[in-house]
């Protein structure tokens, strides 16, 4: 028989539930806590005075209320004060963001990249100097509590291993040792469309949804897919590779060595193809696509209309498998749909499943490219969020 919690179990349990409702929801009175987490208010009290005196959290008094008698105070997360630092390797560019507890961007700076081939040594080298630079301009008092990697290849969740990076060139490269060497602090690491699902689902245009797929397009297409509220690891962590399904047999070559895949199909490079552009590459080519489009050049319109079919392929082989409330379209693929949604709409009404189609909600990235750094962050503060006390000290005595 399981012995019941103790009360410092208790004790640890709220004050993780607690700062997480803070963490996610932003300023909260005491009362709302209270009612969130079905507990009294001393005990709200208790919980607020030991984040607070921590430094995770601060009590003040609300704005106006209009409402009769002693206002309840509100609790807000020490933003400048505690932060992660957020990573993101992507297909064409670095990006680190310094991440406030609550999600605030409070600092961010990007290197764009060409395409192809990265020197593992090289990439982590500059992100080590990036994020060195930026633990440097925090403030003096400022505790970082985590760092999280956001990268464009299937990574082995036990130990950030990149095991395939077919856009970058990468092969079992152990980029979350590596770089935690070079920084001194732990990284934990994870694919970038399933960290960008998490983002949406806590942060963006899917705030609340249980069942949704984030599909995330640079080079390639990447997916990441929660169901009942959890994401889809499968075994090793290398689920929601959705770019790699077969949408065209015998089509265009993929960089995985197959042919007809979706990313093949539907991203970047088959949207730059398609139009002719060869003369632009990366986002810039996709806006330029769209802008044409939209101008009337005709070759740009049946560009998106064959690359937003294949898409709608995709998205409906998607919905017949997960049946999703909502499907996220993210990174370029957020351009891509918003110019072609009659042809990913009409092949998902083709397509689609009746009983799973017509509930379906189809929407942009509300976090747009930011949303595998916002990911990412939230992987870097899970600990703080598991042990809140325990963790800050140990950040603040490393």
């Not at 983002?199 to 599909?215: F, Q």
């Not at 079919?309 to 082989?317: H, S």
């Not at 990174?331 to 990913?344: D, F, K, P, S």
Request: glycine fraction near 14%; proline fraction near 4%; hydrophobic fraction near 45%.
């Amino acid at each position: 028989m399981k012995a019941a919690p103790s009360p410092d179990e208790i004790r640890r349990r709220n004050l993780a539930v607690l700062l997480r409702h803070v963490h996610v929801s932003g300023p909260l009175s005491r009362a709302e806590l209270a009612e969130r987490m079905g507990l009294n208010r001393s005990t709200i009290l208790a919980l607020t005075t030991d984040l607070a005196a921590a430094g995770l959290v601060r009590e003040e008094l609300p704005g106006q209320t209009g409402k009769a008698g002693r206002p309840s105070l509100v609790v807000r997360p020490e933003s400048d004060r505690v932060y992660v630092l957020a990573l993101d390797v992507g297909a064409d560019r670095l990006a680190v963001a310094r991440v406030g507890l609550g999600g605030a961007i409070i600092d961010r700076c990007e290197m764009p990249r060409d395409a192809g081939t990265f020197d593992p040594d090289v990439v982590i080298a500059e992100l080590a100097r990036m994020t060195e630079s930026m633990m440097h301009a925090a403030h003096k008092g400022a505790v970082c509590v985590g760092v999280g990697l956001a990268f464009c290849g299937m990574v082995r969740e036990r130990d950030g291993v990149v095991r395939y990076g077919p856009n970058i060139g990468w092969v079992d490269v152990p980029v979350g040792a590596l770089l935690s060497e070079r920084l001194g602090v732990p990284v934990a690491v994870g694919n970038n469309a399933n960290l960008g699902a998490i983002a949406e689902r806590e942060r963006g245009v899917g705030a609340g949804v249980r069942d949704l797929i984030y599909l995330h397009g640079e080079v390639g297409i990447g997916g990441g897919v929660i169901m009942g509220g959890e994401l889809l690891g499968g075994e090793g962590g290398y689920g929601g590779e959705v770019g790699h399904m077969i949408v065209n047999p015998g089509g265009r070559a993929c960089r995985c060595g197959s042919r007809g895949c979706l990313e093949a199909e539907a991203g970047e490079l088959a949207l730059i193809a398609a139009a002719g552009r060869n003369d632009l590459t990366g986002r810039a080519a996709v806006a330029a696509i769209v802008d044409a489009a939209a101008r009337g050049d005709a070759d740009a319109r049946d560009a998106l209309h064959q690359v937003g079919d294949w898409l709608g392929y995709g998205v409906a082989n998607l919905v017949n498998v997960f049946n999703p409330t909502m499907v996220v379209f993210g990174g370029v693929l957020r351009e891509i749909y918003l110019a072609a949604a009659a042809q990913v709409r009409s092949r998902l009404a083709v397509d689609g499943l009746l009983a799973v189609r017509e509930r379906v909600r189809l929407r942009t990235s509300a976090l747009a490219d930011d949303a595998p750094l916002v990911g990412a962050a939230e992987l870097a503060f899970a600990e703080l969020l598991t042990d809140p006390l325990q963790t800050l000290a140990r950040a603040q005595n490393s």
